[in-house]
């Protein structure tokens, strides 16, 4: 069972959620995948559906979520007015580098908790809350709301109940962090869709770019100048990738998930009246890895954000799903997540601090030796 999230807003919040297209429930369902571009395109936009259907169909796969967090948020429910609440944001770069200053540690830290506080901080304080003191999050309260949702995510996975304590102690921490229950009813509506993919794009980036001069160079002048056309701008007279470039060679390597999409039987009477039921599995990873993206100076699997600048057969990147239900904040949200790896890059400078390398890139786990120490 795969999970779907891409990218989208709500009035100061938002997301990095994909977007899926799962019409309807099926029993003893035949798996089919879908890996090109084309094809993707195809499931995730099917003909003569409604946006009613397609909210419905979103809310689907994501039913693990409702039972493992209580969420009611858009992306469990195919309430059309909530999905209608979601809305555009604003900057937080100066948020961002306070939480950063915040979380550099005198010890060293695990590098994938270090970007998760640095991500939930900027969340609450930069969207949810803006008046809230920042000093004020307990650093031990971020870190076991981080943790549990971590933890809960990955037994949702599993067919077995979730112990019920797990969600009372995150729901409780988190009330620590985000007291105001006028707005925030159940706080994990807004920081689920928020921090958990989001610190997640963040810590892949900042894998791939930290040790890259130019990459560097990039994302600090963005913190210095966070405006669109500082975003999108090329380096050395054109010659060098964009931060933008770089966002878009982390969602081509690291989509943050892939989802599953269920087609009702009317969709498959178009050409077989006795349909057999179906799961479409949109393997979003496999269709930005083939070889449409290969250069003559890297292949598909390889970090290259200068691939962009060479036009491959497959520019399109489907992390933010595509259809009536794309996500609209596919032209500002990447750089949300730019802002934040900017901010870290200030401070973790090789001077003061420094990233120590795993071996691999990991993404919601799998960063084994990864860390972020304090210049002896």
Same mark, same amino acid.
């Given at each position: ?206 894998? #791939? ?36 470039? #770089? ?106 601090? #420094? ?22």
């Amino acid at each position: 069972m795969f999970e779907h999230y891409g990218i989208c807003v709500s009035a100061a919040i938002f997301s990095f959620f994909l977007l899926s297209t799962v019409l309807g429930t099926v029993s003893s369902p035949r798996a089919i995948v879908h890996d090109t571009h084309k094809s993707i395109r195809d499931l995730l936009d099917p003909p003569c559906a409604s946006t009613d259907t397609l909210l419905r169909s979103r809310s689907s796969p994501n039913a693990r979520l409702l039972r493992a967090f209580h969420l009611s948020n858009t992306f469990v429910s195919p309430d059309p007015t909530v999905y209608a609440n979601f809305l555009h944001w604003t900057s937080f770069n100066d948020v961002a580098l306070h939480a950063v200053e915040l979380t550099l540690p005198e010890l060293p830290i695990p590098f994938h908790v270090f970007i998760r506080s640095v991500t939930l901080r900027t969340i609450i304080v930069g969207l949810l809350d803006p008046h809230t003191d920042m000093t004020s999050l307990a650093s031990n309260d971020v870190d076991i709301v981080t943790n549990l949702i971590t933890d809960i995510w990955m037994l949702s996975k599993k067919p077995g109940p979730i112990p019920e304590y797990l969600l009372e102690m995150l729901n409780d921490r988190l009330r620590h962090l985000i007291p105001n229950q006028g707005e925030y009813p159940n706080p994990l509506d807004f920081v689920i869709p928020t921090w958990e993919t989001l610190w997640r794009v963040v810590a892949v980036t900042l894998a #791939y770019v930290h040790t890259d001069a130019e990459a560097r160079r990039a994302f600090l002048d963005l913190t210095d100048n966070p405006d669109g056309d500082q975003f999108c701008a090329l380096k050395l007279d054109g010659t060098a990738p964009s931060v933008e470039n #770089y966002m878009s060679e982390s969602l081509r390597l690291h989509p943050p998930a892939i989802s599953p999409h269920h087609f009702p039987s009317w969709y498959h009477r178009i050409s077989n009246p006795t349909p057999t039921p179906k799961i479409h599995v949109a393997d979003i990873e496999s269709a930005q890895r083939s070889v449409l993206w290969e250069s003559d100076s890297s292949p598909p699997e390889a970090f290259d954000a200068a691939r962009f600048l060479r036009e491959p057969k497959a520019c399109e990147i489907l992390a933010f799903g595509t259809g009536p239900l794309k996500c609209t904040a596919i032209n500002w949200a990447p750089m949300a997540a730019a802002l934040i790896v900017g901010t870290i890059l200030n401070r973790v400078d090789g001077v003061n601090y #420094y990233i120590v390398r795993g071996e691999r890139v990991g993404e919601r786990t799998g960063w084994d030796g990864w860390m972020v120490r304090k210049v002896a």
